[in-house]
């Protein structure tokens, strides 16, 4: 399958709307938009749309991070509580900043990923919390602090945002800047994202894709299409988020490739395994995660690729690069859970190169 073939691919793939990028070195394999930014005025998606990313922003936290680490502002065995003067909360005063990095903390999340029922869970826990006051990290600290751990800290990874929210306090503790204002001047800044920005969902901004949520029938047929208002949280936090674009994802991803964001070696441990995410071999690859950072190896622990998933309701996406093929792939979705195929047909093509 050659590229043009691939395009083709994602286009007959209509539960896919958004932009995709793959890139090798310098060439664009595949730049393309598919689908609509607005339903309502029949406004076409364009591959420099700008779209909110979700939980790829977990990038950008764990770089801001490893830079106070290296500026002797924290360290790998910083304690959260301590840091945040959390002691007398359910988080484990032993819990340190490696435990976040790595989600092998075992502290509860401020929303339960894993429950069984989902959907059931979500739907309770949008009754309890209103999701238009979710706009900083400060306002999920009461939702779980005090609730029971999931786990005893560091037995075994438990993927985990509100670690990254505790990580996105303490930023604004050592610094004293909020944590939004710390990634944009050095994050967003230094790597020359222009486009990418902490936007609210009500936000009023030029090129910003609207997020869908698919209504089906009996069937599972798709029968209609409702925005995605009054189901994904208002606000950005560390654990994700932010607006980007195709072209602002590459530039983060090679200003830290290239040690200009942390230095090589940090960011060399930040994209390596660190832990086991999962031992089942999915689909004949070894899975694991770095420091906010899923990487996948092959059976001869050489790294297929490194990145991170974003998915929320309207939302899918997600950036990977290729080490061996030098190749760079971001898939930013604006309707629920349609990247997944897409990246799929995607890593054939990269791994065929």
């Known amino acids: 399958m050659d590229a043009s073939q691939l395009g083709r691919k994602i286009a007959h793939n209509k539960s896919f709307a958004g932009a995709v990028l ?49 500026a002797g502002k924290l360290a790998f065995d910083t304690r959260v509580t301590e840091c945040l003067g959390l002691e007398g909360t359910k988080i484990p005063p032993e819990a340190t900043v490696r435990h976040m990095l790595t989600m092998t903390s075992g502290i509860a999340d401020w929303i339960n990923e894993d429950a069984e029922d989902f959907d059931a869970e979500w739907s309770k826990f949008c ?7 979710l706009r900083r990290d400060a306002d999920y600290l ?9 786990g005893p800290l560091g037995e075994k990874f438990r993927y ?23 990634i944009r001047q050095n994050i967003f800044a230094r790597a020359g994202m222009t486009e ?30 409702k925005k995605n208002y009054y189901s994904t949280t208002a606000g950005s936090a560390a654990d994700g988020g932010s607006t980007s674009t195709l072209e602002d994802l590459v530039k983060f ?31 004949g690859f070894q899975w694991r995660y770095g420091f906010g950072c899923f990487v996948l190896l092959d059976m001869k622990d050489q790294i297929v690729r490194w990145g991170h ?3 929320e309701d309207g939302v899918s996406c997600g950036y990977w690069y290729y080490p061996q093929q030098d190749v760079d792939v971001v898939i930013l979705g604006n309707q629920s859970s349609c990247a997944s195929k897409v990246l799929w047909d995607i890593q054939d093509f990269v791994l065929g190169l």
């Open 22 to 70: 793959v890139r090798q070195g310098e060439t664009d394999l595949l730049r393309r938009a598919y689908g609509y930014a607005d339903r309502t005025w029949k406004i076409k998606n364009r591959p420099e749309t700008r779209f909110r990313i979700a939980s790829v922003g977990k990038l950008f936290t764990a770089a801001a991070v490893l830079q106070l680490i290296e």
């Open 127 to 133: 009754r309890t919390y209103p999701l238009y006051l």
């Open 142 to 150: 009461p939702i779980f602090a005090n609730l029971e751990p999931y």
């Open 160 to 182: 985990n945002g509100a670690g990254f929210m505790l990580m996105g306090l303490m930023i604004e503790k050592v610094t004293g800047l909020s944590y939004f204002d710390y």
């Open 196 to 225: 990418t920005e902490f936007l609210d969902l009500d936000d009023v901004v030029p090129n910003v894709a609207e997020g869908y949520i698919p209504i089906k029938d009996e069937n599972k047929k798709v029968i209609g299409w």
């Open 253 to 283: 991803s090679r200003t830290l490739r290239e040690g200009r964001l942390v230095s090589s070696e940090l960011a060399h441990q930040m994209t390596s395994p660190q832990v086991v995410e999962a031992d089942d071999n999915y689909r």
């Open 309 to 311: 998933t974003g998915e």
